[in-house]
């Protein structure tokens, strides 16, 4: 897909005197004629940002922990549920109660799990990138926190909507169909489909602020959050 690239000046740290430049690429490879437009209007400066959040800024941090605090509760009670009722579907799959070593197995397990599952969960968003035409990176924020972002590169509202929520869909999905197929196993994953559900929180907040933009708006995805602008006639 043939891309191109613009510069563009914030404006805002503009006008305080320092001219911060920024290549951003628009990435589209579903509607190539669309896209060409866009980036000739681009080219021509007629680009202005509308928001930029940052997850990290303590405005953020406050509500967004908070929410996941409630998605670790609500996650910790659906795949427990459905775990034991799965469990209980299936008599012939309990082979007695776990104890001594088979707990230690099982938690080791879990931890083990949760881990894989947080490189998982950003190999997803990478997916997603790649599949609206984007070039994704990945980096980490010591002690945990790892991160997928497409540096200087813009898409529309709604697909990074999709790279947003692409994780915890499918993740959850797959955690449901293991759980209903195999209870027994997927008690070994279950710090990992709650993990994964409680560690989307960043996204879902991210996807809850950019739901109030317009579906015409480009996002720009940040180490820390995401930038929106909007194309001016």
């Not at 001219?19 to 579903?30: C, G, N, S, V």
């Not at 799959?93 to 947080?118: A, C, K």
């Not at 293991?178 to 008690?187: D, G, K, Y």
Request: hydrophobic residues 50%; proline residues 4%; contains cysteine.
């Amino acid at each position: 897909m043939l891309q191109q690239t613009v510069y563009i000046i914030d404006e805002e740290q503009s006008n305080e005197g320092s001219k911060y430049m920024q290549p951003l690429t628009l990435i589209d490879r579903f509607h190539p004629h669309l896209r060409e437009k866009q980036q000739a209007a681009i080219d021509e400066g007629k680009l202005r940002k509308r928001e930029e959040l940052a997850l990290l800024d303590p405005q953020q941090l406050g509500p967004m922990v908070m929410l996941s605090m409630v998605l670790l509760v609500v996650g910790t009670i659906f795949f427990g549920i459905l775990n034991i009722a799965a469990y209980l579907a299936q008599p012939h799959s309990m082979h007695g109660q776990i104890g001594g070593w088979g707990l230690i197995l099982w938690l080791s397990i879990n931890i083990l799990s949760y881990i894989v599952v947080l490189f998982l969960h950003e190999g997803i968003h990478a997916l997603a990138f790649v599949f609206w035409g984007g070039k994704p990176y990945f980096g980490a924020k010591l002690p945990l926190a790892l991160y997928c972002g497409a540096k200087n590169q813009l898409f529309r509202r709604n697909q990074y909507l999709v790279v947003g929520l692409a994780p915890l869909v499918v993740i959850s999905l797959a955690a449901v169909i293991f759980t209903l197929v195999n209870p027994v196993m997927a008690s070994y994953t279950l710090f990992a489909s709650i993990g994964n559900f409680s560690g989307a929180a960043g996204d879902v907040w991210s996807v809850m602020r950019l739901l109030r933009q317009p579906a015409d708006v480009l996002v720009e995805d940040t180490e820390t959050g995401y930038r929106v602008w909007e194309i001016t006639v």
